[in-house]
């Protein structure tokens, strides 16, 4: 027994002056991370050393991190003397992190709107975001298509329309979805006809998360 005592005690110290050696090596690997934040077809919103830019395919950021190529699942990113596969909430040279909440990066088209895909009660929709709007609008023709009852409601009105004045059905949707951003019992405006063409994705959701706009990239973000 004395013998064992006596030999495992070299082997605890090896192991803590292993351990030692890694946790004092690990800020080399830290100092220096790249981050995805939004990926698009041919551009990225990069965070790098914790600055965040939106690029486009061959350009650099001030750090230096090249991006190579990106669509929306993956970007190719070279950065100091090496080229690197970033997904979203991926790190490169630090530890891996997983979004404690949902959050999406919309880029404007070329008319500078935002759009975005999503669901309605889990049907599929096109989203334009509309922070003048004070609820969410469909159209009477897609809600019938969605399966939305709103003929029966008792809260009715009429709006004003790029084609006129139309009658409104006000109604509360089950669930609102947009990029895995979920909000639950919103209030939505049935628009009798076919307009407007997309769903407007008014206030009645965006007060639900946190929105802000960096670098003309619009980022919505889960509130707790």
């Known amino acids: 027994m004395e013998l064992m005592r006596r030999t495992a005690r070299p082997r605890r110290i090896h192991l803590a002056v292993g351990l030692w050696a890694v946790l004092c090596a690990w800020p080399a690997f830290a100092v220096d991370p790249i981050e995805a934040v939004g990926l698009f077809k041919d551009r990225a919103m ?4 914790g600055v965040e830019h939106y690029l486009r395919v ?4 001030p750090e230096g991190a090249l991006l190579i190529s990106a669509d929306a699942r993956m970007a190719v990113v070279e950065f100091k003397g090496q080229r690197y596969r970033v997904g979203l909430s ?9 979004a404690a909440r949902a959050s999406i990066a919309i880029v404007p088209d070329d008319l500078g709107q935002y759009r975005v895909s999503g669901t309605i009660n889990g049907q ?5 975001v509309d922070t003048g709007a004070s609820v969410i609008a469909i159209s009477s023709a897609q809600a019938r298509g969605l399966g939305i009852d709103f003929i029966g409601t008792t809260e009715t009105g009429s709006v004003v329309t790029a084609q006129g004045q139309a009658k409104a059905y006000f109604v509360v949707l089950d669930a609102v979805n947009v990029g895995g951003i979920e909000a639950r019992n919103v209030r939505a405006a049935i628009i009798e006809g076919a307009y407007p063409v997309e ?13 802000q706009e960096r ?8 509130k707790h």
Do not use: H, K, P
Request: net charge positive.
């Open 46 to 49: 990069l965070r790098v050393q």
């Open 199 to 211: 769903v407007l994705l008014g206030m009645s959701f965006l007060r639900s998360v946190a929105m």
């Open 124 to 128: 599929f929709v096109n989203y334009l």
């Open 90 to 98: 991926d790190r490169v040279g630090g530890q891996f992190s997983t």
């Open 58 to 61: 061959g350009e650099r950021s």
């Open 215 to 222: 670098n003309g990239v619009l980022m919505l973000e889960q």
